[in-house]
């Protein structure tokens, strides 16, 4: 296993319904160790009631460079703006 491929990104949810947020890194040789190195480090006081890990090699990122092609906002499709959809009041964590 090479050098980088032994850091695990970590992401947990404080409680069901409620999105993932990055907590940070772990090391861990293989994925179950990473799975116990992410709870010890950032669920033992009960942070968390889920937990993603996932080899930092298997992120994805888009370069600066290539920034205003993904990103620019396109004020021309009115349609993806929220400002279209009703939400019903029973659905939660919006």
Known sequence: MET????WEVFIQ????????HAGSVHGYDKKMAVQNARD???RRGEGRELWVVPSSS???V???DADAYFDPQEDKIYRHPTFYQIPPEVKNI
């Open 63 to 65: 370069p600066m460079e």
């Open 14 to 21: 404080k409680k069901p319904g409620v999105a993932f947020k």
């Open 4 to 7: 980088g491929d032994n850091i």
């Open 59 to 61: 992120i994805v990122s």
């Open 41 to 43: 480090a950032y669920c």
